[in-house]
């Protein structure tokens, strides 16, 4: 009989109070995976948006959420190599990451410094990954360059800015609050702009002098997909946002 323990669950889509704690089945591992005892769970918008059923990649209710955990290795699967139990390591995975072990694919686990607090650790797989998928794969970055990051006060728009700075570019920034402007602030953004007064012919504007357009999401999807393309925002469409129109 499997051991028992803690977990969130989905019953049902919905508000926040469609969410149970309640007693689940430990899962089981396979010859390639790895379970992990989880000391930090990563809580994101996608997440949210999963609750929601906004969020096509999720998996259907019941389940349990959570798509990043850190944590120390319970057990190992027999064909596993380099992750051993009591190692400190950081996973991403489809669900299951709201309880107090989860199983996951060896290849998605990663070991964990112990310099690396768990729950900074959990800020890397959606946020930092999603940031420098953005950033880095969907064209050239060279420093001096000027980007743009919508939400820019967000997990993943924090994540932009961090690897834009580390990156060498200027940085222009919208939020939609004062409070979320004077967090970027602080945090060194030069130019901050209001999220709301952002304009499309702002945006054509610069795409025709060359500048780089990155991280926009929600209603500005549209506007990306004219001035950027379908590669650049397909993900944004996978995640629930407003979807752009079909390719000409």
């Known amino acids: 009989m499997s051991a028992s323990m803690q977990a969130v669950t989905l019953r049902r889509h919905g508000p926040p109070r469609t969410l149970r704690v309640e007693p689940c089945a430990e899962p089981s591992i396979g010859p390639h995976d790895v379970l992990v005892l989880v000391k930090a769970a990563g809580v994101n918008f996608a997440d949210v948006l999963a609750r929601q059923g906004l ?94 990051i919508h939400a820019a006060a ?47 012919h702002h945006l054509r504007e610069a795409k025709e002098r060359g500048e780089r357009l990155t991280m926009l999401t929600g209603l500005q999807i549209r506007t990306a997909r004219e001035l950027l393309g379908w590669d650049t925002v397909r993900l944004a469409r996978k995640a629930g946002m407003t979807n752009p129109p079909p390719s000409s």
């Not at 310099?115 to 940031?131: D, E, F, K, M």
């Open 55 to 148: 969020y096509p990649d999720a998996p259907r209710p019941p389940y349990i959420l959570g798509y990043e955990t850190a944590g120390e290795v319970l057990e190992v699967g027999e064909s596993v190599v380099g992750v051993k139990p009591g190692q400190r390591v950081l996973a991403y995975h489809r669900s299951g990451g709201y309880a107090q072990r989860v199983a996951v694919p060896a290849a998605q686990v990663f070991p964990l410094p112990d310099s690396i607090p768990y729950q900074s650790a959990v800020l890397l797989p959606l946020n930092y990954g999603t940031a420098y998928l953005a950033l880095h794969r969907t064209g050239p970055v060279e420093p001096g360059m000027r980007v743009f």
């Open 154 to 200: 967000g997990g993943v728009g924090m994540a932009a800015v961090d690897l834009a700075r580390r990156a060498g570019l200027e940085i222009v920034a919208a939020a939609s609050t004062h409070f979320k402007r004077a967090r970027l602030v602080t945090e060194g953004v030069r130019y901050v702009v209001p999220a709301k007064r952002m304009r499309v």
